[in-house]
């Protein structure tokens, strides 16, 4: 749990909301009483700032949760054991590049981020006060980059609470298991569900990814002469 009393507070209020909102989350939440959003990342994820998560979906893209690790394990064996910035990554050939396992694709697409974000025409910065409708305008404006990439990017890098990826495939699955559906649901499904959620979409988010990809540990079971 956070040692942080505004963040502990926020956490029990964003509980509170979504276990009165929905069962399923309700059940979620009890089975990790302990859980942290944050904590949680921070475990499974190098840090990243803002093009550090943009590279990190864009990566992610139509890959297994497994191959996008690998991938991203190989990139930052390539740059001294970090993400590049984006002159860093400017500075590489793009050959080098795809020997770590990224496409031509997605190299063209995070070359062009990385240009714009180092001559000026984009900032990191202000990118990131920018209202979440504004953000997803100004990066999905770059071939290869849509509102999934972004919404990951929030989620990850800029700790936004009210985000949700319905075009996440790891996230329709966790939706499907979760409420025990009989098929995968549809973005505007997932949506619908989500509904409920606000404002503390983001926090419903993690909570489903986190019991998809780390089970709630059963308790113990009493053993004889237990009370």
């Not at 973005?187 to 409920?196: D, G, M, Y």
């Not at 979409?201 to 113990?220: D, G, H, I, K, N």
Request: aromatic share 6%; hydrophobic share 45%.
């Amino acid at each position: 749990m956070t040692d942080d009393p505004s963040r502990a507070d926020w956490l029990r209020e964003a509980r509170s909301h979504l276990r009165d909102a929905d069962p399923v989350l309700a059940r979620l939440i009890d089975d990790r009483p302990a859980f942290d959003p944050q904590e949680w990342r921070v475990s499974r994820l190098p840090p990243m700032d803002l093009f550090g998560a943009l590279l990190f979906q864009v990566t992610g893209q139509q890959l297994s949760v497994r191959a996008t690790r690998t991938i991203l394990d190989r990139i930052q064996a390539m740059f001294g054991g970090h993400l590049p910035a984006p002159a860093e990554l400017l500075s590489v050939d793009p050959g080098k590049i795809r020997e770590a396992g990224l496409s031509w694709r997605k190299i063209a697409t995070l070359r062009d981020l990385a240009e714009r974000l180092s001559d000026g025409r984009l900032d990191q910065g202000v990118l990131s006060t920018l209202p979440d409708d504004e953000l997803i305008a100004e990066l999905t404006a770059i071939p290869g980059i849509g509102p999934w990439t972004v919404q990951g990017a929030m989620l990850v890098a800029l700790g936004r609470e009210d985000v949700v990826l319905p075009g996440d495939l790891a996230l329709r699955k966790a939706v499907q298991a979760a409420y025990r559906l009989d098929h995968l649901p549809a973005q505007q499904e997932v949506l619908a569900i989500a509904e409920k959620w606000r404002p503390y979409r983001s926090l419903a988010t993690s909570y489903l990814f986190s019991a998809a990809f780390q089970p709630a540990v059963a308790p113990p079971t009493p053993g004889p002469g237990s009370p």
